[in-house]
């Protein structure tokens, strides 16, 4: 997975349901210095939502490549 990729949700969660499409705007490496949810060491994407003009975070393992 990279920036660019559209993804499906895998797992839902408030205002995202299950299923929904993406785009990978942004991958984050833990060394990078970001955190996610207060975690150190955890990679995460950055996906803009269709339809909804939302960023989300997501985990490796929520996302499933469409194309």
Same mark, same amino acid.
């Given at each position: 997975?990279?920036?660019?990729?559209? $993804?499906?949700? =895998?797992?839902?969660?408030?205002? $995202?349901?299950?299923?929904?499409?993406?785009?990978?705007?942004?991958?984050?490496?833990?060394?990078?210095?970001?955190?996610?949810?207060?975690?150190?060491? *955890?990679?995460?994407?950055? $996906?803009?939502? =269709?339809?909804?003009?939302? %960023?989300?975070?997501?985990? %490796?393992?929520?996302?499933? $490549? *469409?194309?």
């Amino acid at each position: 997975m990279k920036p660019g990729n559209l $993804v499906r949700i =895998t797992r839902a969660s408030i205002g $995202v349901p299950l299923g929904s499409i993406g785009l990978i705007m942004r991958f984050y490496r833990a060394e990078d210095g970001h955190e996610f949810g207060g975690l150190h060491g *955890v990679d995460y994407y950055s $996906v803009l939502i =269709t339809g909804a003009d939302r %960023k989300r975070n997501y985990l %490796k393992r929520d996302l499933e $490549v *469409v194309s």
